[in-house]
């Protein structure tokens, strides 16, 4: 894949029609991730999840800089931060109490990215930045397969909204979700901009009506 079919890929993956959701085939990718569970508002280790992955990512993207120029390497931009969201087994989620919610953070990586040359970045930052968390990051293949995803605009806690009209969507096209957690995709900074004003794109596994 080079650097124009990547870009293209980003652009249909991360950017859905800001007022319709839609429905797409989701490649497999790989990925820089991290697991967790608990509120991220008050989260120490989701602090940390995100600092480490951004390290790592921005370590691959710099590696030109510091003398090192990967096989396939392109310029392109560090991707958005990304989550996957569930719950224990069993348990009946209640908004209000986060503490439960089980989390995987991660950041796509491009295609020229070897699990070989991530473990060397990855060592690397851990050792210079001294990011324990970097000690959990991993490098893993998703395969999400066919999804539905909507652009949400708004505070966190207003989600349900567009959840509600994204499963109405699927089911008018006659889809149903394959799995009780979801997929979130963060194309504002949370740490820097407004509530009112963040873009999150979210996505669901689904697939044909029985």
Not at 124 to 132: C, G, I
């Amino acid at each position: 894949m080079d650097k124009q079919e990547y870009d293209a890929l980003v652009k249909r993956l991360y950017f859905p029609p800001a007022k319709q959701p839609q429905i797409l085939t989701v490649p497999s990718m790989r990925y820089a991730m991290i697991d967790g569970q608990g509120d991220p508002n008050t989260s120490e280790a989701f602090q940390d999840a995100v600092a480490a992955l951004y390290s790592v990512s921005y370590g691959i993207k710099m590696l030109p800089k510091k003398g090192t120029v990967p096989p396939g390497y392109f310029e392109y931009k560090v991707n958005a931060l990304e989550g996957l969201w569930t719950m224990p087994e069993g348990v009946d989620f209640d908004p209000r109490d986060k503490s439960r919610l089980i989390w995987t953070l991660m950041i796509m990586q491009p295609p020229f990215v070897t699990p070989e040359l991530f473990e060397e970045v990855r060592i690397v930052q851990r050792d210079r930045k001294k990011l324990a968390a970097l000690d959990s990051v991993r490098f893993e293949t998703l395969d999400e397969g066919l999804c539905a995803q909507a652009l949400h605009v708004g505070p966190f806690d207003t989600e349900p909204e567009t959840f509600d009209k994204l499963h109405a969507f699927i089911e008018q096209e006659g889809y149903e979700r394959v799995e009780f957690g979801h997929h979130e995709i963060y194309m504002s900074d949370f740490r820097k901009t407004a509530p009112e004003k963040l873009k999150t794109v979210l996505r669901v596994r689904i697939r044909e009506k029985k």
